[in-house]
């Protein structure tokens, strides 16, 4: 399967080691048949989630079904996991965070000293930014267990709230923790958006896209379902010849890049802070090195990448051209 070999070798970035440690983790596994195709995922992460349902890519026979199965497995165990947790009520983030460092900051909305998942709350801010929300078509993809969400109805004043996850699990517990009559949650893929053409302000996406197997097709999707003049606010982190690429894909679709920040320092401060309490939200049957990446850690993989410099944790503010 040499296709499906190039698109697993294109997830260079955080979670594809993730995926990597899911694939080969030493927890006790399962192994399913769909499409020709041998699955295995980590039972020890996912045990409490539901079975997913098979994935169907209808614009690309080819597409790397497995790591979309994996991926959806993965996030419906974390949710999961979540869900039993005395504190799961309140788990709305998955994202490292960010903590100043005396750089210029973006963020229209203060926040106290003292505010629940502040850190994380404080990354969505900077993604928004100084962006017009008020009367706008919002849409986050990737939306996990619906911080950004969260963050949308409490700071802002947008027209309309889509969330969007692959995660069944992740978009049963927001349609319940985040009810609101302006706010509608889909289980759907990032790759094959669910809306018209033409038909959102306001895309966001936090620290997911790197999981996607298709990154360009996301893109393109967001471009597509942008009205002109809409924004896309985009975070994540990605090793640097990748995110290069990107950029330079993001800018030949027709977006102009109004705001470019890397803010990797941001990001290892704020993993610093809170990551290890982190792992406490987590059953003690995962592989360790697993969730140490997946929450990024100080020492582990992920954070290391970040460290050294060949991977970049950048904010991106664009702008679809008319």
């Keep these: 399967m040499p296709e499906l070999d190039r698109r697993l070798a294109d997830l260079t970035p955080e979670k594809r080691r993730i995926l990597t440690e899911l694939l080969k983790s030493k927890a006790?596994?399962?192994r399913e048949e769909r499409g020709g195709v041998t699955v295995t995922v980590d039972t020890a992460l996912a045990a409490s989630a539901p079975?997913?349902?098979p994935l169907e890519d209808l614009s690309n026979p080819g597409a790397p079904y497995a790591t979309k199965v994996s991926w959806k497995r993965f996030y419906d165990g974390v949710s999961a996991q979540l869900n039993s947790n005395v504190f799961g009520q309140f788990s709305y983030f998955?994202?490292?965070?960010y903590k100043p460092d005396g750089q210029p900051e973006y963020a229209a909305a203060p926040l106290p000293e003292q505010y629940i998942n502040k850190n994380s709350v404080k990354l969505v801010?900077?993604?928004i930014g100084d962006c017009p929300v008020e009367g706008k078509r919002v849409l986050d993809v990737g939306c996990g267990r619906g911080g950004t969400v969260h963050v949308f109805q409490t700071f802002f004043k947008p027209a309309s709230i889509r969330g969007l996850d692959l995660s069944s699990t992740a978009i049963q517990f927001c349609r319940q923790a985040h009810?609101?009559?302006d706010t509608t949650f889909y289980e759907g893929d990032a790759e094959n958006l669910p809306f018209e053409d033409s038909s959102l302000d306001i895309v966001t996406n936090l620290e997911s896209s790197h999981s996607?197997?298709?990154?360009f097709r996301f893109y393109s999707e967001v471009h597509r379902v942008l009205a002109s003049g809409g924004h896309f606010l985009y975070t994540d982190t990605l090793a640097l010849q990748q995110m290069a690429s990107c950029i330079r894909y993001l800018q030949q679709l027709g977006f102009e890049v109004l705001r470019d920040r890397d803010i990797t320092r941001n990001v290892l401060l704020s993993c610093d802070e809170i990551a290890a309490t982190r792992m406490?939200?987590?059953d003690t049957r995962?592989?360790?090195q697993l969730i140490h990446n997946f929450l990024a850690t100080p020492g582990s993989q992920v954070y290391e990448e970040m460290r050294s410099g060949r991977w970049t944790y950048r904010i991106l503010k664009l702008k679809k051209q008319s």
């Design 28 to 30: 006790s596994t399962a």
């Design 51 to 53: 079975e997913p349902q």
């Design 94 to 97: 998955l994202n490292y965070g």
């Design 125 to 127: 801010l900077e993604v």
């Design 179 to 181: 009810k609101r009559k």
């Design 212 to 215: 996607y197997p298709n990154i």
């Design 280 to 282: 406490g939200a987590f």
């Design 286 to 288: 995962n592989d360790q």
